[in-house]
Each structure stands twice: as structure tokens, then as C-alpha cells.
């Protein structure tokens, strides 16, 4: 089946511009996770979707970034006046919460993002 | 909060030599623990993970991890590179129980084989 799917796979933007970020999960996922993987940072967490629980921000770095989930499935992530720090590969995960135990996240390919 | 160690970014061995990535966690309570892989210009992979259970976790393309505890320690191992190993590995860990799994990672070590 179809695996987790981000667009665009490259945006390149001039700073101080916003950006849009899409993820469509994986059919059936009720959760969804954005991470952010740069070079001074490494990968980091950002936000946690699931169902239609309050979503967890504690990863935003500033409140630039916002992020939304329509209808439980699509999610898009998007930087406000963004800055040449906001660079960086962001990636969307998806996983189901289907019986107990840990359930695996998918990852997709990411989408970089170059801020210039 | 949680936390993982990978000391240093890059290792080097030679094809057929044994492949040994250290990690160490920090978390007020046993964790889930994971190695995911990344190859060149791809997305993350899981390669294996430790939840309950058997403390010795094989995965796939024969690698291996041991939770240990004592050491608040996961290190992958591979008895045997192979030049397609070639990618960077990352540690993480996630909060045992409840649903939001988010993943810490580590700073990721880039493999290299030599032939």
C-alpha cells in the first residue's frame, strides 16, 4: 500500500516568506508526528496529532511554526517569515494506535526546505 | 526527559568487519529503544526496536541490539559489514506506554565500509 507522502520534496523560499508543508499519512493512521532534521541539531520532534486530542506543540521552536490536521488525516505544517535557521529537512510520520504496545511510525521522504 | 548519546559522528571499518554503533539513553523510566537507519537521499527506516520482552532484538539486514539496563545502554551490531551498510544510524528512544510515541534521537553516526 501506498507509504506516508510529503510536498513538496524541495522548497526553496526567500527569507521573511511563509511556507506551506503537506503530509498525507498512511490510510488509517490516526497519528501523526512532524520531526525536523538539521544539520546543527540533528533530528528533533515538533508536534503530535492524534485523533481529536488537543495536539502536542512541545517541539515548535518558536510561534512561527503552526501546523493543523484536517479531518484526521492531511497535516500541514507551516513556517511564518521564515528565516535562513529555519533550513532544514522536515519529516512527517504516521503511525496507528491499533491494540496495545508501541506502534511503529513511518516515516516519509521529508521535504527540504532552503531558506535564503 | 529523555535523552540519547551516540559518541561520535562518523565510523569507518572494513567490508567483513564486525560493525559496532554505541548508544546510551537517559530516562527516569525504561524506554522504548530503536535504531533506525538512513540511506543516501532516502527516508528513515526502522531497523530494529526493543519493547518488552527478550533483551537481545534482531532485525532486519542482520543487525542486532542489546538493552542492558545496567548500562542504560542499546549498541547495534553487525558481525559482518557489507558495503551496502553504507548509511548513517541513528538511536532514539520513545516513552513506554501511553499514545504519543515521540521519538528522541540521537545525533546520528554516519557508517562507512571500505572495500
Known amino acids: 500500500g501506498a507509504g506516508v507522502s510529503q510536498s513538496p520534496s524541495n522548497k526553496v523560499t526567500e527569507k521573511g516568506k511563509d511556507v506551506e508543508l503537506r503530509c498525507d499519512p498512511i490510510?488509517?493512521?490516526?497519528?501523526l508526528y512532524w520531526y525536523r532534521q538539521s544539520l546543527g541539531q540533528g533530528l528533533e520532534f515538533l508536534i503530535y496529532?492524534?485523533?481529536?486530542?488537543?495536539?502536542?506543540k512541545s517541539g515548535l521552536p518558536s510561534d512561527r511554526f503552526s501546523a493543523e490536521r484536517t479531518g484526521g488525516s492531511v497535516s500541514t505544517l507551516t513556517i511564518q517569515r521564515t528565516q535562513q535557521e529555519d533550513s532544514a529537512v522536515y519529516l512527517c510520520?504516521?503511525?496507528?494506535?491499533?491494540?496495545?504496545?508501541?506502534?511503529?511510525?513511518?516515516f516519509g521522504p521529508g521535504t527540504r526546505l532552503t531558506v535564503l | 526527559a529523555q535523552s540519547v548519546t551516540q559518541l561520535g559522528s562518523h565510523v569507518s571499518v572494513s567490508e567483513g568487519a564486525l560493525v559496532l554503533l554505541r548508544c546510551n539513553y537517559s530516562?527516569?523510566?525504561?524506554?522504548?529503544l530503536f535504531w533506525y537507519v538512513q540511506y543516501p537521499n532516502q527516508g528513515l527506516q526502522l531497523l530494529l526496536k526493543?519493547?518488552?520482552?527478550?533483551?537481545l532484538v534482531k532485525g532486519i539486514n542482520g543487525f542486532e541490539a542489546e538493552f542492558k539496563k545496567s548500562e542504560t545502554s542499546f549498541h547495534l551490531t553487525k558481525p559482518s559489514a557489507h558495503m551496502s551498510d553504507a548509511a548513517e544510524y541513528f538511536c532514539?528512544?520513545?516513552?513506554?506506554?501511553?499514545?504519543?510515541?515521540?521519538?528522541?534521537f540521537g545525533k546520528g553516526i554516519t557508517l562507512s565500509v571500505r572495500p
Open positions: 510520520a504516521s503511525s496507528s494506535l491499533a491494540g496495545g504496545g508501541y506502534n511503529e511510525q513511518f
Open positions: 490510510s488509517g493512521h490516526t497519528a
Open positions: 496529532f492524534q485523533g481529536n486530542s488537543a495536539p502536542d
Open positions: 530516562s527516569s523510566v525504561p524506554p522504548y
Open positions: 526493543y519493547t518488552t520482552g527478550a533483551t
Open positions: 532514539a528512544v520513545s516513552p513506554s506506554g501511553g499514545a504519543n510515541s515521540k521519538l528522541t
